[in-house]
């Protein structure tokens, strides 16, 4: 069994910053893309950033030039840095692996979601 496990969410000031992790644990497994994706009320989840093996990234148009999505194949981990934050990047903020596990195959995998509130 594999877990998406994320950190970092919080309450933070318009124009603060904050940094969210994800590291993926369990049977053994291979890693294709990793992203980031987020719900706010009321809207449909949407994806803000994701990394591919390969390393090429994608962003939302709404936050580019202000987060980079990087990843750490050797932790299996992929993070998510926020600046210059709005309260219109209020949401949950879910960590998304595209991944192979060991006796499972390859499948899509989802953390349990962080709350990020920007207070303006």
């Known amino acids: 069994q594999v877990q998406l496990v994320e950190s970092g969410g919080g309450l933070v000031q318009a124009g603060g910053s904050l940094r969210l992790s994800c590291a993926a644990s369990?049977?053994?497994?291979?890693?294709?893309?990793m992203a980031w994706y987020r719900q706010a009320p009321g809207k449909q989840r949407e994806l803000v950033a994701a990394i591919s093996s390969g390393g090429p990234t994608t962003y939302v148009d709404s936050v580019k030039g202000r987060c980079t999505i990087s990843r750490d194949n050797a932790k299996n981990s992929v993070h998510l840095q926020m600046n210059s934050l709005k309260p219109e990047d209020t949401a949950v903020y879910y960590c998304?692996?595209?991944?192979?596990?060991?006796?499972?195959?390859?499948?899509?995998?989802w953390g349990q979601g962080t709350q990020v509130t920007v207070s303006s």
């Open positions: 369990g049977s053994t497994f291979s890693i294709y893309t």
């Open positions: 998304y692996g595209d991944l192979w596990a060991h006796r499972i195959g390859r499948g899509d995998y």
